[in-house]
């Protein structure tokens, strides 16, 4: 359960080896959650930090790509850890433009983890909460969703079905004690993002997973990374398409 | 009894969850219920005042127990036999001006019998009488099984259920002995002292010549100034005592709530500068040598009654109370819980001292001999949880622990590291209880069950 200030006692991470993700746990972990379920493909996730910890770590063998699994998979953590604290589902692709423009199928198929993938895992995650009557779904979004770019637009338009869905459930599970918190970082200097020149207002894996535990902290709905990105999408969204559509990047 | 789903809190409002909650009349109803009731169980719930979560159960099912029969007796000896839904208030409504009070009242009058005896709760007299439990003849309880057992003190069960915040059983019924008093009155010493050491030293010295007795302490107060407190020690008056506009009537009681909250305020209300300026103006208007008032029950039980719904005066993200005891000798630890929250200015809208006297037999009961301090803190507070954290391991180390009916917060480590006859409650409730059908998110939080 989670507790007046915050702290919670479980935590399931999809994506078991997301960067993003193990910071985010780490730092639940070292705020009292004592049992994790990693769950990941193939099974396997790095376990010993957590448990230097103290934290009791289970892993699980996760696919995004197959959402017929999700459903049991849900169950399964809840066998393993009772009643999910927090649910964050972490995993994700991105691949360059260029290739997918080369291979549709490819796109489709990164599109179907980092949109279909969350849809599924996400609505499952959403009954046992729901039937628990509390709990917490982070979902990960990006700012790329919320006003998609030529550079990127097979991955920013997975992101902004993404986001809209985060939005859509937050609003269905309203009044049932459970929760969405959606949250958009800017561009994230990290492993996925290696080779890559970091765009204006970057941040760290270590950043989103601060702003993540203080949103888990209040009543947060929606949380920008860094927090002035709010702002200055409030002021893109409104740029005209002639001028957003010459943006280099 | 239409069940309908809501979302609960304790008193503190923080960390919601949703349950279904059910209005049961009589004890069979609550019995059908229980027959019903889902994987995810049940618990009692009365007038809401734990702190935090023990009367909630999220996702399953919540008895609100006020409802439940409604009656109570009392004999010309004091012995008061009432249904667990029925509140202190209107027990001392009926009972006062019958010339009886309730052997225990916590700092509100509006709790459960019910909760009184699921929380054992104690009072200003702890150090003379004890807890609520202590006063019990009989309890009535509906165990898992739907039967409706009659315990005693003499059954491992009745200790169970005696601070064991509601997961043995539905308490249905509760048989206590009352106090006689000749008015709805109290003569009140007041005294201001100048730091920790001279509160400690005082009430030491003079704890025993009163029945109630209770300091609020200044907890912005810093340097030597720190711990600086104001003493209220209470005896029930004698018609002698009263000024003379109350003399025809002494044992009058009908007390009313004197004001309500606002029903929105806006978080940051309770804040350092308004806290310290309600502090200055508190100690500074307390006698620096001690002396004598009269003061009727309610303004010296229960203040915060007088405002109604004032837990939403902390705002929107709700308070926790911390409340502790360790054992007379362990001073050293409160000393250094005080001067640590008076550095660092934690904000505290409440802060009271007590000492402790013998506690009961109950296993997951709170009070034992020593020094309890109670801290009432907004939740919004930076650097609140990892402070908490560490009185945490302090009052551990030091042989204390903490209040269930106030705790929101502490880990099952703590838990089962402060509190030693977890196990043996735990294997009398399985035995009561083998399919676990009562569980709180208290219970859930701690691993109670």
Known sequence: MRNALGSVDTVLLLGGRSEIGLAIVERLVRRGARRVVLAARGGTAPVEDLERLGAEV??????????????????????????????????????????????????ARDVAVNFGGHVSIGLAAARRLREQGHGTLVVLSSVAGVRVRRANFVYGSAKAGLDGFA???????????????????GFVIGRMTRGMTPAPMSVTAAEVADAV????????????????????????????????????? | MTPGMTLLTGWGRTAPTRATVARPRTAEEAAALLAKAGGRGVVARGLGRAYGDAAQNAGGLVLDCTALERSWHVDSAGLVTASAGISLHDLMTALVPRGWFVPVTPGTRYVTVGGAV???????????DSSFGAHLRSLRLLTADGSLRTLTPRDDLFWATVGGMGLTGVITEATFRCVPVETAWVRVDVERTRDLDETLATMTATDDGHRYTVAWIDLLARGGRMGRGVLTRGDHAVPGDLPARARGNPLAFAPRPLLSAPPRVPGGLLNRATVRAFNAAWYGKAPAAPRRIVQGIAPFFHPLDGVDGWNRMYGPR????????????????????????SGAGVVSFLTVLKRFGAGTPGMLSFPMPGWTLALDIPAGQSGLAAMLTEFD?????????????????????????????????????????????????????????
């Not at chain 2, 009561?432 to 059908?437: E, F, H």
Request: glycine content about 6%; charged content about 25%.
């Open chain 2, 118 to 128: 699921a929380a054992d709760v104690h009072g200003k007299n702890h150090h003379v």
């Open chain 1, 58 to 107: 289970h892993m699980l063998d996760f696919d995004a790509a197959r959402p017929q699994a999700h459903a049991a998979l849900i169950e399964e953590a809840a066998a393993k850890v009772g009643d999910l604290d927090v649910v964050i589902p972490a995993f994700g692709v991105l691949g360059s433009q260029a290739v997918y423009d080369a291979d549709p199928v490819a796109a």
């Open chain 1, 167 to 185: 939005q859509g459930l937050a609003d269905a599970l309203h009044g049932s004690g459970a929760r969405v918190v959606v949250v958009r970082p």
């Open chain 1, 213 to 249: 535990v203080e949103a888990l902290d209040t009543r947060k709905g929606t949380v920008w990374v860094p927090a002035r990105l709010r702002l200055a999408f409030a002021v893109m969204r409104l740029l005209p398409r002639p001028i957003w559509r010459r943006l280099p990047r």
């Open chain 2, 318 to 341: 709700g308070f926790v109370q911390y409340q502790f005891v360790v054992p007379l000798g362990a001073e050293e630890t409160l000393r250094r819980v005080v001067e640590r929250l």
């Open chain 2, 393 to 449: 391991e302090w009052v551990a180390a030091a042989g204390g622990r903490l209040y269930l009916a106030k705790d929101s917060r502490m880990s099952a480590a703590t838990m089962a590291a402060t509190y030693p006859r977890l196990p043996q409650w735990r294997e009398i409730r399985r035995r009561a209880d083998p399919d676990g059908v009562f569980v709180s998110d208290l219970a859930r939080r701690l691993r109670l069950c």
